[in-house]
């Protein structure tokens, strides 16, 4: 057993999301918003400069990336750009490279691999609604159901079990359709609220206190190279 080696950051409430993260309009103060109050107050996610999440718009596996390592505390160190290719297709100084580097490190701690196969990570590729939850459960070391082959299914029963997902929201994943970023941000928002770790806090009780010993132990002894896939792929 391991804990991550970084320290845990406190994040500002309230930081403008990356240009990256931005798009089309959604209005600030809407019923949707509301409900990811404690994500938006964590300052893993905020609005653009007009104070729109983009709801509607869909979310790159790039950007996912981002929304884990601020939920972990890491943006200071992942924010300034590497110049060390993580994957093939992730090109060293990018924008992005240093969060997915940082997200690489965080998901192997859990004895898990990250990317599409090939040394790929394809970051501009957009997130489907099963790949989202199957990484939310790599990350928070939620093991998928290991009587269900399939690995979309294996991670939503999981999810569900771990009261991430409930009966309805579970109806809609699906491996090849695109997620909207209000559907991932949900799942997020429940996942950091509800998930806690051997210390008995959830990932918004650590960001709330500040403290600097890592958010969640990492359990190494499994060491289970599970892969984030793409659509189609059999495994997860």
Not at 94 to 116: H, P, Q
Not at 172 to 197: C, H, L, M, Q, W
Request: glycine share 10%.
């Amino acid at each position: 057993m391991k804990k991550t080696k970084q320290a845990l950051s406190a994040l500002a409430a309230g930081a403008v999301l990356l240009a990256a993260l931005g798009g089309s309009a959604t209005a600030a103060g809407s019923a949707a918003e509301e409900k990811l109050k404690a994500l938006i107050d964590a300052g893993i996610i905020s609005g653009d400069l007009k104070g729109n999440l983009n709801l509607g718009d869909n979310i790159t596996r790039a950007q996912l990336a981002v929304i884990m390592v601020r939920a972990f505390g890491l943006e200071t160190e992942a924010k300034p750009p590497v110049q060390t290719a993580s994957f093939t297709d992730v090109a060293p100084g990018s924008w992005y490279s240093g969060y997915i580097a940082a997200a690489k490190n965080l998901i192997e701690d859990n004895g898990y691999t990250l990317g599409t196969g090939g040394g790929k990570f394809n970051p501009n590729g957009n997130v489907t609604s099963a790949e989202a939850v199957a990484l939310l459960c790599k990350f928070l070391d939620i093991k998928p159901d290991s009587s269900t082959s399939d690995w979309a299914s294996a991670y939503v029963k999981a999810a569900l079990e771990k009261g991430i997902l409930d009966a309805n929201s579970a109806k809609g994943i699906s491996k090849t359709k695109p997620a909207t970023r209000e559907t991932v941000f949900t799942y997020a928002n429940t996942a950091f609220g509800k998930v806690k770790d051997e210390d008995g806090k959830t990932i918004f009780d650590k960001l709330k206190e500040g403290v600097g010993s890592g958010v969640y132990n990492k359990k190494r002894e499994r060491h289970r190279a599970v892969m984030f896939v793409t659509p189609g792929s059999s495994s997860a």
